[in-house]
């Protein structure tokens, strides 16, 4: 912790009274995200046995996509043990969720955690996060060869970032354990425990619908999941006026306040994505659920030196991806 966290009430204190889950609001949740879900499915599934085009479905495969967006929250709360107030029922529902979100829980919760230890800190950003956590330094861009330089900006154009990576992670990537160390055993056993889950799902839906109308309803839904879930992430630590820091510098709270966004959404893209855009308060305090998120915000006065990020910023956001340290911000690569 530095001199400075030291230096400065400690806003935790206040997170404190939203901390505890309540199981009857938690299953709530997760029938507001499973049931709505198997039901779209269902429809889509009778709508192409009865000879209904895919495309009058198609919005159909939208709405999935934010389905799968909430029960990745859930998920999401879960890793944090902030679900349940037991560690078991988090674990199993964690797995639950994963077959849905085609996450490997136990895998991407380590690897989650340690985001949540050196989110937005420059001397740590290299240690194991995803391309989403991380930025090269303008110096360090400036310095990179021809080619590098352009493979940088290649990866970080938005087409590329935002919407053709996405889809690669989570559908192929995560089926692997390709960056989990060979040392995290319990975590790459369990991609390989998703993997058959996923096996015996998918397995029975071919055999009951064909596997033409299997891809027809799921490879849509998962694409536009994964495109909305990684536009989030990505964005609630990369807008104009984020503070990214040294370590001598860096502290948890400063960097979640100053370095994580209050992402406002209209009111149903809120529910849909659990109140993630309450990200200084997750941040602040990973152990209070998505369902207090927004109590947590209101009842000091305090959160409100979050930096505020509308849904039009944040779509012109997208190309901020390298650190200004003369200047102290985020900014675009220069052409």
Not at 118 to 131: A, E, F, M, Q, V
Not at 152 to 168: C, E, G, H, T
Not at 194 to 220: E, M
Not at 315 to 321: E, I, K, N, T, V
């Amino acid at each position: 912790m530095s001199t400075a966290e030291n230096a400065t009430p400690d806003l935790r204190l206040a997170t404190r009274p939203f901390r505890s889950p309540t199981v009857a609001m938690s299953l709530a949740q997760l029938a507001s995200g499973f049931v709505p879900l198997f039901a779209i499915y269902a429809a889509m599934y009778a709508g192409l046995l009865l000879g209904v085009h895919y495309w009058a479905l198609a919005g159909l495969s939208l709405l999935a996509g934010c389905f799968i967006v909430r029960i990745f929250i859930f998920q999401h709360d879960c890793g944090h043990g902030s679900f349940f107030r037991s560690s078991a029922a988090n674990r199993w529902v964690g797995l639950l969720c994963s077959i849905v979100t085609l996450t490997p829980y136990e895998n991407w919760r380590r690897q989650h955690a340690g985001h949540h230890m050196h989110w937005n800190d420059l001397d740590n950003r290299h240690s194991g996060s995803d391309i989403y956590s991380t930025c090269l330094t303008l110096a360090e861009y400036q310095a990179l060869p021809a080619r590098s330089k352009l493979f940088y900006r290649f990866v970080w154009n938005p087409f590329v970032a935002l919407l053709l990576l996405p889809p690669i992670v989570f559908l192929v990537l995560y089926r692997v354990p390709f960056d989990t160390p060979s040392a995290w055993k319990r975590e790459r056993r369990s991609v390989h425990i998703t993997n058959v889950g996923l096996l015996i799902v998918f397995g029975a839906l071919v055999y009951a619908f064909g596997w033409q109308n299997v891809l027809l309803v799921h490879l849509p839904s998962s694409i536009v999941a994964a495109v909305l879930g990684v536009w989030m992430f990505s964005l609630q630590h990369r807008f104009d006026g984020a503070l990214w820091a040294r370590e001598g510098v860096w502290s948890a709270q400063d960097a979640s306040i100053a370095g994580s966004s209050h992402l406002v959404l209209p009111k149903v893209l809120q529910w849909f994505t659990g109140n993630i855009g309450y990200h200084h308060i997750h941040h602040l305090d990973p152990g209070v659920p998505n369902y207090r998120l927004e109590a947590c915000h209101r009842s000091d006065a305090r959160f409100a030196a979050a930096p505020t990020v509308t849904l039009w910023q944040g779509l012109s956001a997208m190309r901020y991806c390298l650190w200004d340290e003369d200047n102290a911000r985020l900014i675009q690569i220069p052409k």
